[in-house]
């Protein structure tokens, strides 16, 4: 179920401009009826001040995608195009008291009818770059062909990078095995595969200090190993990155009620001995969190 | 001072119950001893586990006798129906090491589905059945599938979206004269269907709790006596060493409760629940145009209606349905929080005009006559209301070419 804000669902129930314009002199559609969402926008533009005296929408879609449109018409009526052109979907989020990162294409699907609109009334054609591929990142419907563009234009290399460029994954988290998936192909064809930290920063003083700081790290693990040892387990560095240390927890304290005692007190250590933040973070066998491959 | 937090629970129309049911108040009463006199592990040596471990052999019966089970050591308490599909499709594969391909169909539950997908992945081949129009499969098409390579069928004996019913029953007898292992999830026929298991070639069969009045996090999985298994969850020897783990006392004592219940009331509550699908079809089909019923009319669950309604967004109607107290679902993408339509939907090739505003309405034994008048009351006002804000409807009708008319400079 969705948390809707009161103002989306009062925008729902009872929408405001939902027609189509008479006399519009401007139109926009954006979406398909395949897509499950679909939103024809018409303005009725003064020819003389270029000011939107009326709007209208007609939406197919879901609760958000309907609020969404509604909200887009109240915004920009009294705009000339030029004042209305700056109006982002996150304008169109924040006059609905924000929507769930899943429903952020609706505002998207906004923004781009009232482009289309002003392209209609203007003239121009307007193109959208919207190449279409499976959908990879739900919260923010980013497809698997964007995902794979950035990942060639910009000689990614990790999530998290991947997330940063393209938004996919920066949300809940559960594309990123299929980020990794493509990450991988695209690697392959390099001969390279998936690399478990960010790429370090180019420059010896950087790689300098994180050796040192892995060395620390592998210090304290000794120092705790033997008292680790006497209850049969073990601990093992997987992945350092910034202020994130994760470890595999092995034989005893994996699972162990144990093990969240255990790892409160090493992360003790480590961020004493450091002197900085450490957050120690288990990954257990093959179940990598944050697309770490281990 | 004690805080005292009173649930209300929301009134209103529940017509959800392929998503759960609620449990029954003999159910609840059922369950109440073991969480507190009788909360004893089992598997200890005292008194305080002695009645523990005859209350699951007593569910354990009563869920035998549901099923239709020759023996009661055939049934395996698990934790939900997904962990029953897992144990059951992983367990052929582990002990049938030289056979590497499975056959399951294209509507099955997510349960079956995504752990199909991720074996893909490591190197299994998946043969999925597709359905007709209706969601019908062809047993032609499944008969040559039939080989030495396959090392389990599992087919679902009910679909949780449509209702429709597979013959299992048939296709267990074709998997075993070819020498193939059967499994069905049966989550949402068990307890609305009779089942016979003792009478029938299915090797093994999954059901949950929480689609009968019973408890969630509690299933079962049916296992044949003689079938070659491989655990999924070792440890202790619960369940004799088949599922590790200590026994969920309370919810098996209730599980039990809810398969004698559903036992005793199937062929009444059937024949209700049945009746009152059929006015609802027909009472909303009659005021609403452009809308039809999904999946196999012949074959269904007596439960389950699925309308489609052209040219609306299924979430827009379940947001207003919830807001005139009727709870109902839909295969709507936006509802699941992806953006295409329901799996379900597309395989039988309903088209996106429709399959987007598909939803399901699944009674329950508690749904009355009343409700149904109402819902069917409801229904027809909110539809027209959506139509009228959508770009592919004017007047009355569908635009005379929506996807001409509505012309986007991409889709
Ligand atoms: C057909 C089917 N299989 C499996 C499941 C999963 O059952 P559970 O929720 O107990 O894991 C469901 C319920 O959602 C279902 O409808």
Known sequence: ?294 | MQQQTTVNAPDGIYLDNNATTRVAPAVVQAMLPYFTELFGNPSSMHSFASGVGKAVQQAREQVQALLGAAYDTEIIFTSCGTEADSTAILSALRANPDRNEIITTAVEHPAILALCEQLEKEGYKVHRLPVDGQGRLDLDAYASLLSPRIAVVSVMWANNETGTLFPVEEMARMAHEAGVLFHTDAVQAAGKVAIDLKRSAIDMLSLSGHKLHGPKGIGVLYLRRGTRFRPLLRGGHQERGRRAGTENTAAIAGLGKAAELALKNLQADGARMAALRDRLEAGVLAAVPHAFVTGDPANRLPNTANIAFEYVEGEAILMLLNRAGIAASSGSACTSGSLEPSHVMRAMSIPDTAAHGSTRFSLSRETTAEEIERVIAAVPPIIARLRELSPYWSEGAPVADPQQAFAPVYA
């Open chain 1, 1 to 294: 179920m969705w948390e809707y804000s009161e103002k989306v669902k009062e925008l729902f129930f009872d929408p405001k401009n939902a027609k189509a314009v008479a006399d519009a002199n401007a139109v926009g559609d954006v979406g398909s009826i395949s897509c499950g969402d679909a939103l024809r926008l018409t303005l009725k533009v003064n020819p003389e001040t270029e000011v939107i005296e009326d709007a209208g929408f007609q939406t197919f879609g879901c609760g958000s995608a309907i609020a969404s449109s509604s909200a887009l018409t109240e915004l920009i009526k009294g705009k000339t195009l030029d004042q209305a052109l700056k109006v982002t979907n996150q304008d169109i989020a924040d006059y609905l008291d924000g929507l769930p990162p899943e429903k952020m294409h609706c505002s998207v699907m906004g923004q781009e009818a009232l482009q289309a609109a002003v392209a209609n009334y203007r003239g121009e054609e307007w193109r959208d770059d919207h190449e279409e591929g499976a959908l990879v990142c739900k919260c923010f419907a980013v497809d698997a062909v964007l995902i794979e563009q950035t990942i060639r234009a910009n000689n990614l290399e990790t999530v998290e990078q991947v997330s940063h460029y393209t938004k996919a994954g920066g949300s809940c988290a559960a594309c990123h095995e299929g980020i990794e998936e493509i990450l991988g192909k695209v690697l392959a064809e390099k001969g390279q595969s998936v690399s478990v930290a960010d790429s370090a920063e180019p420059g010896a003083t950087g790689n300098r200090a994180l050796i040192q700081r892995v060395q620390t790290i592998l210090k304290v693990f000794d120092d705790v190993r033997p008292q680790l040892k006497a209850d049969g387990g073990d601990i093992e560095l997987v992945e350092v990155r910034e202020e994130k240390v994760f470890v595999r927890l092995e034989g005893a304290c994996s699972g162990c009620q144990m093990a969240g005692a255990t790892l409160g007190w090493v992360q003790q250590r480590l961020t004493e001995t450091l002197g900085e933040f450490i957050r120690l973070i288990p990954v257990n066998g093959d179940n990598q969190p944050l697309g770490g491959r281990a």
